[in-house]
């Protein structure tokens, strides 16, 4: 053989992500949509959780994602609380072929309930 030999990778490689969020999302309690943008160099897998709950997992592509997730009616009494470690937001990018990658992480809470103005009394 004339040149050099190259070695190839063994293992695909992993996609940096970049998440286009505030520190702290907030959550509508009527919709319970988390959602969020995420750039992302490579395609991969995206996993999240939130606290311990598992949320799923979203498919990355090279460029903008627009991922969204629809949290567990379970979770909204702990969302309300901004301290808890349960609602830290873990997102974490995985190769196609398994491997993973650096890791990020985001604070949750639900917006507060809006109530409704009570009709004045006529006289």
Do not use: C
């Not at 286009?20 to 319970?32: F, G, N, Q, Y």
């Amino acid at each position: 053989m004339i040149g050099p030999i190259v070695q190839a990778p063994t293992t695909d490689p992993v996609p940096d992500l970049t998440v286009h969020a505030p520190e702290l999302i907030r959550v509508s309690t009527k919709t319970r949509l988390l959602r969020f943008i995420v750039f992302s160099n490579g395609d991969g897998t995206l996993r999240a959780t939130l606290g311990s709950t598992w949320l799923g997992s979203a498919g990355l592509h090279v460029g903008n994602n627009d991922i969204r997730f629809v949290l567990p009616a379970q979770l909204l009494t702990s969302l309300r609380k901004t301290n808890t470690p349960a609602n830290v937001l873990t997102l974490t990018s995985y190769s196609l072929g398994g491997t993973q990658g650096a890791s990020s992480t985001h604070r949750v809470a639900m917006l507060p309930v809006k109530k409704a103005p009570k009709p004045k009394r006529r006289k």
